[in-house]
Each structure stands twice: as C-alpha cells, then as structure tokens.
C-alpha cells in the first residue's frame, strides 16, 4: 500500500506533483527508482510537446564563488507567472551554480545541456530542464549564459 509519507518522499526527490507521485508509485509497486524512471519518462513526454513553445519570459539566474567566479544564466520560460515561480528561480540559480563549478567560459549550451548536473550526477542539465517542464507545465530553455574568472 502507498502511504502519504511515500509519496510525499518522492515528491521531495522529484518535485513532481501529488498525483503524478502517487501514480508513478502504485505503477512501480511502491518501487522508488522505478516511480523515478516512470517520472521522468513521463516529464520527458512532456517537455518534447512543448518544445515548439514561444519563450518570452524568464529570469537570470547569478551565482558568484568566493569573489573569484561568476555565472549569469538566462533561463527562459513561456510565462511570467512561471517567471515569478520560486522553484523555477530556484533552477536558474542551481543551473548558475553548475556552470561556475564545471562549464568552461568558452563552452556552448549544447555543452551544458549535456554535462552531468553537479546536485545530481544521474542527471544531465537537459534531463533536469525536462522534469522541471514537466512540473511546471511550460517550456524551459537556456537562452545565454556567460561566466567569467578572474
């Protein structure tokens, strides 16, 4: 049986919503690396349909380290409203954090995209944008980024 501390567990490590955790539960047996294949399968549709989605709105996301580092990121979105989101600016400074810590300066999007997330090295920064579209319910996108060292 499903507890409410289960799924309130998964959405602590996902973010997803309360029926899309207790569903991937009761499809996983109450298996959670299984609810969270079954999620981000599941985001992962999601975000390929939005994809094509106009992104006028967002927020740069900033991260300095030690007075030494910084990155800006402009994580771009389809609304103000997800603009506005705390856990949408949470991302974009997360996504900052990772650029100061691992991107060279004269790296690409597509390289981030590709690069292990540094909270979460089973994820890449791509995989972590299509479940965070499909919490969010819009499309996500890095627009630029820029990170200088001194």
Known sequence: MITAQDVAKLRQITGAGMMDAKKALEESAG??????????????????????????????????????????????????FVARNDEFRELAQNIAIHITALIPEDATIEDILASSYIKDPNLTIAELLKSK??????????????????
Not at 141 to 149: E, L, N, R, Y
């Open 31 to 80: 298996d959670f690396e299984k609810a969270k294949e079954i999620l981000q399968a599941k985001y992962a549709q999601k975000a390929e349909k939005k994809a094509d989605r106009e992104t006028g709105e967002g927020f740069i996301g900033t991260y300095v380290h030690n007075g030494k580092s910084a990155s800006l990121v402009a994580l771009a979105c389809e609304t103000d």
């Open 133 to 150: 579209i499909g919490v969010l319910g819009e499309n996500i996108q890095i627009k630029d980024f820029k990170k200088i060292s001194l």
